[in-house]
């Protein structure tokens, strides 16, 4: 496998979130062309059993490797945790990049060493995740508090008006809770939920009271700015003048990737172009 300056990134996530990482790699590398795998047939992957988010994980990264990539972004929290080690191992030639929730910036702000961690129940049951909380709580004396979010990707992902309803009950639910413990910081330990944010922050500011301002973090900037920094290094970087058409693949709904392009990704039509991966992954 030799790529090419030309040869374009491959990013994947379950379902739609991954394009919230996506956005920042278009931010930061607007020359680089871009293939985006929902693999939402199979979404969401925080309640399914590890040994099937491998499954898929490798299917994905077959079917981008068959469309030439020079990288791929593991754009879920729940895919890196349970996949990234083997992917790794497996395309051993191959720029692999995965999620990690924010948790070392998080110790780096937290004024009342507690922090709130929202993430799938797969991400905060995983191995990767206790052992890097474990670490950082031993070297910094901060706490980390889990919560798992169930349900909340399902509603994200369905892209309706009534969703919002939905979204909102949940986060009304897992919250407040969180602020009962007087944390002043928020990881997003899943890329679904930064299109959530406003909603988050609706939230903390209804319940916060005398508590300190919550600060939310996102990784998906610091994805996107490690992405070019290999890409550098490796002198893989693009020289085009323009990217071509954003590339996606869905191997659910087509429909409901195109509308996350338009909505999340201020896409016009002929900005990017949706196929479906049924038969293929």
Request: glycine letters at 6%; hydrophobic letters at 40%; charged letters at 20%.
């Amino acid at each position: 496998m030799t790529p090419d300056r030309s040869a374009p990134v491959g990013v994947f996530d379950s379902g739609i979130g991954g394009l919230s990482v996506l956005q920042h790699i278009r931010q930061i590398l607007p020359h680089e062309s871009l293939l985006y795998v929902a693999d939402a047939g199979y979404t969401p992957y925080g309640d399914k059993p590890a040994s099937l988010i491998l499954e898929r994980s490798i299917a994905v990264t077959e079917l981008l490797l068959s469309q030439g990539i020079k990288a791929l972004v593991v754009a879920c929290n729940t895919a890196t945790a349970s996949a990234i080690k083997h992917l790794r191992e497996r395309y051993p030639e191959l720029i692999i990049i995965g999620m990690e929730p924010g948790l070392k910036p998080a110790t780096q702000i937290s004024k009342t060493g507690k922090v709130g961690v929202l993430a799938t129940r797969s991400t905060l049951q995983s191995e990767k995740y206790l052992q890097l909380s474990t670490q950082l709580s031993a070297e910094t004396g901060i706490q980390f508090i889990p919560q798992a979010c169930v349900g909340l990707v399902d509603q994200i992902e369905k892209l309706d008006p009534s969703s919002a309803i939905h979204i909102r009950q949940l986060l009304d639910e897992y919250i407040p809770p969180l602020l009962e413990t007087n944390v002043d910081t928020l990881v997003l330990g899943c890329t679904h939920y930064p299109f959530v944010a406003d909603f988050i922050t609706e939230i903390t500011e209804k319940h916060k009271g005398n508590l300190p301002a919550i600060q939310l973090i996102d990784t998906g900037r610091a994805v996107a700015l490690h992405l070019k920094g290999l890409l550098m290094k490796h002198a893989l970087a693009s020289e085009m003048k323009t990217a071509p058409p954003l590339i996606a693949y869905s191997s659910g709904s087509v429909k409901r990737l195109q509308d996350a392009c338009r909505h999340y990704l201020n896409l016009t039509d002929d900005q990017f172009t949706i196929a479906s991966t049924t038969g293929l992954v």
